[in-house]
C-alpha cells in the first residue's frame, strides 16, 4: 500500500477546503443573491455604512495555497502562513509569461520586495482582505471607506467624470449604483502594489472593477475584476464574503505601520550606549 507525500496530502487538503467553501457559500459567492433584509438610505440605495472585515487568508495568497513556515522559523505558528482555498475564480492568476517569471522572483524574496512590508498602502483591492477591519460611510454622492493600515483612506466619487490628477496609492475611485449592488471603477494606481504576500502583482495599466452587494444586513458579496494588459493575458475576478464586526465597540484604530528594517534600527539606536565624553 503506497501512501500519498506530505504536498500531495496538502494540495489534496486545499482541494477539499475549496469544495467545502463553494457548498458553505452556495456553490459560489460571485452566484450569490440577496437572502435577508438589509436597510437603506433615504434615497433607496442600499446602506452600507459600517465596519466589515474578510475573514481568509488572501493577503497571504490569493490563490490556493497550502500552510507553510513562515519567513522568520523561530517565530514558530505566530507568523506562519495560514492555508487557503483561494479567492481567484477559475483558480489561478493568468500571467503573461514575462511577468509569470516576475512573480515567481518577487515570491522567491517577498520579505525585502513586498509593499506591505515597507509599510506601502495596500491599494485595490488588496486593502480590503488584509487582515483588518475597514470602515464605509455613505452619503449621497461620496461613499468614504478608511482602512486601519498606513492610515489609508479613498473617496468613491459617485457618478462623476472627473479625470485622475495623478496616480495615487488607493487609485482614482468613480462609483455608480446597478440596482443594489456598488460599483466602482479603480484607476491610476500606483505600480508599486501587490495583491498577496505571495508575490502577486501588476503594472501601472492595472484597471479594477468592483462591485459590492448585500447579501443580507450583516454580510456582503465582494468581487473584483483586474484588467492589466501588461501582466494578464485576459481580465480576472477574485470574489469573498465581507462581514460587518457587530461588536459594541467596534470601531477603526490606527496601525501606524513601522517598517521592520527600520523597526531594527530604532531598536539598536535605542539600546546603543552613550559614547563617553
Partial sequence: ????????????????????????????????????????????????????????????????????AGPVVSLGAAFAVQPGAGVVEGGAIPYLPDAAKKK?????????????????????PRATYQPFPFQIVQSTNTIVMSYEFASASRIIRMNSAEKSPAPAWM??????????TLVIDVTDQMEDTWFDRAGDFHSDALHVVE??????????????????????????????????????NAQIMEYKCVPFVEELMYGYLRKKPTPPR
Fill in 1 to 68: 500500500m503506497s501512501f500519498m507525500s506530505r504536498r500531495a496530502r496538502s494540495i489534496q487538503a486545499v482541494a477539499i477546503a475549496a469544495s467545502v467553501a463553494a457548498i458553505a457559500y452556495g456553490v459560489s459567492v460571485s452566484g450569490q443573491t440577496p437572502t435577508g433584509a438589509f436597510t437603506r438610505t433615504a434615497d433607496g440605495k442600499p446602506n452600507l455604512t459600517g465596519i466589515w472585515q474578510a475573514m481568509n487568508s488572501a493577503n497571504w495568497d490569493v490563490q490556493a495555497h497550502e500552510a507553510h
Fill in 104 to 124: 515567481q522572483e518577487n515570491n522567491a524574496d517577498w520579505m525585502a520586495r513586498d509593499p506591505e512590508v515597507k509599510c506601502y498602502m495596500a491599494g485595490i
Fill in 171 to 180: 487609485g482614482w475611485n468613480v462609483g455608480r449604483w446597478d440596482g443594489d
Fill in 211 to 248: 462591485r459590492i452587494t448585500p447579501i443580507d444586513a450583516n454580510t456582503l458579496k465582494y468581487e473584483a475584476t483586474m484588467e492589466d494588459p501588461k501582466t494578464f493575458s485576459r481580465p480576472w475576478t477574485i470574489t469573498m464574503p465581507l462581514y460587518r464586526r457587530r461588536e459594541a
